[in-house]
């Protein structure tokens, strides 16, 4: 149900951008039609899969709009993705919130690098943003990227001081780089810990659109096996269908370490709110709240804008009491931390 709800609103999303492109009556794809400056409407959201209600990844990126609309007034937009689309579908979305006087646009995925990359060039006085990529180099692209395998590193501390079956494990949405410096990270954190801890690692599929991001029933069913091959704390890299393993590691009353955003926070996952040990954070709101804020004070970020501990762009969530009053966990963590912030710990980040 969850899936065809998400296609309807995408139905419907796309379709009132559509009617808001019309009544721009701009077709012009020049930088001297209405998206030139993109003045007034204020930033707007190309979401990746999972979509709005993942309680994690994109939901993160909706709270920096709906900050910067609380903070600057605006009325930003955002639009879901459709199943199974190309890049020419990802160029004709950037295209049409390009000609509506959106400005920042950010896609909110790896996934939207070529659109973004091509877009962009077509639309020079708009600022355009793209989270977790940072290959394009265009005057007017934020790659805007993280550290993740330095929260991970951290994650896995956590675990190996939890566990007590000395088995954990990792679920990777999609077997890719970026997933890949997430499992790195955890992976070192364990064994940098406690010796003799197994970690072992699953990825859903090896494509996006398989599902390895949108399918809690895949996330579930991997954690279901690797709790029933011992593992007591399970941590998920994967999205929405990291919901999934939350649930599993619920009913089996075991550790879940939850991603992105703080999920022990979230309301879609509140009944299962306390086996969520902590959540592996990356600050995707703030990351789209400074660019928005950026181009609302005239000067925009470009290039590379990376977060890691030191500038607070990523972290470990401290929600859950079980995680904040343990103090031994408490003094590892710390103890990590200092030392990723000192050099003293290099983190792999594959």
């Not at 707007?44 to 999972?50: E, K, M, P, Q, T």
């Not at 910067?68 to 199974?84: H, I, M």
């Not at 607070?312 to 408490?330: R, Y």
Request: aromatic fraction near 6%; hydrophobic fraction near 40%; proline fraction near 2%.
């Amino acid at each position: 149900m969850r899936r065809v709800s998400r296609i309807a609103v995408a139905g419907v999303a796309t379709a009132a951008l559509a009617v808001t492109v019309s009544a721009c009556g701009s077709s012009s794809t020049s930088s001297s039609s209405s998206s030139s400056d993109g003045s007034g409407k204020g930033l707007a959201l190309a979401y990746d899969v999972g979509g709005k209600g993942d309680q994690s990844f994109n939901d993160a990126a909706t709270a920096g709009l709906e900050q910067a609309d609380k903070e600057f007034g605006y009325k930003s937009t955002a639009v879901e993705p459709q199943d199974g689309e190309s890049d020419a579908d990802k160029v004709q979305r950037l295209e049409q919130l390009a000609k509506s006087g959106y400005n920042p646009i950010i896609g909110v995925g790896f996934a939207y690098a070529p659109a973004v990359k091509e877009v962009a060039a077509k639309h020079p006085k708009v600022t355009f943003g793209i989270v977790d990529d940072d290959t394009i180099k265009a005057d007017n692209v934020a790659d805007l990227v993280f550290h993740e395998e330095q929260a991970s590193y951290l994650a896995g501390v956590a675990a190996a001081k939890a566990t007590k079956s000395n088995t954990v494990g990792f679920i990777g949405g999609v077997d890719v780089p970026l997933i890949h410096k997430f499992e790195a990270g955890f992976k070192q954190g364990v064994e940098d810990t406690k010796k003799g801890v197994a970690v072992k690692s699953q990825y859903l599929t090896e494509t996006a659109a398989e599902g390895g991001f949108s399918s809690p029933d895949k996330g579930e069913s991997a954690a279901e096996g690797q709790i029933d091959a011992g593992a007591d704390v399970v941590y998920a890299a994967a999205g929405l269908s990291g919901q999934g393993v939350i649930k599993a590691a619920a009913a089996h009353k075991i550790w879940a370490i939850g991603v992105d955003s703080d999920q022990y926070k979230q309301d879609a996952l509140a009944k299962y709110k306390d086996s969520i040990l902590t959540s592996a954070m990356k600050n995707v709101q703030g990351a789209v709240f400074e660019l928005a804020k950026s181009v609302h004070d005239g000067k925009p970020e470009t290039g590379e804008v990376r977060g890691s501990l030191d500038n607070g762009g990523v972290s470990l969530a401290e929600s859950n009491p079980a995680f904040k009053t343990n103090a031994d966990i408490q003094a590892a963590v710390k103890k990590a931390e200092a030392g990723i912030k000192d050099g003293s710990i290099k983190v792999k980040s594959s």
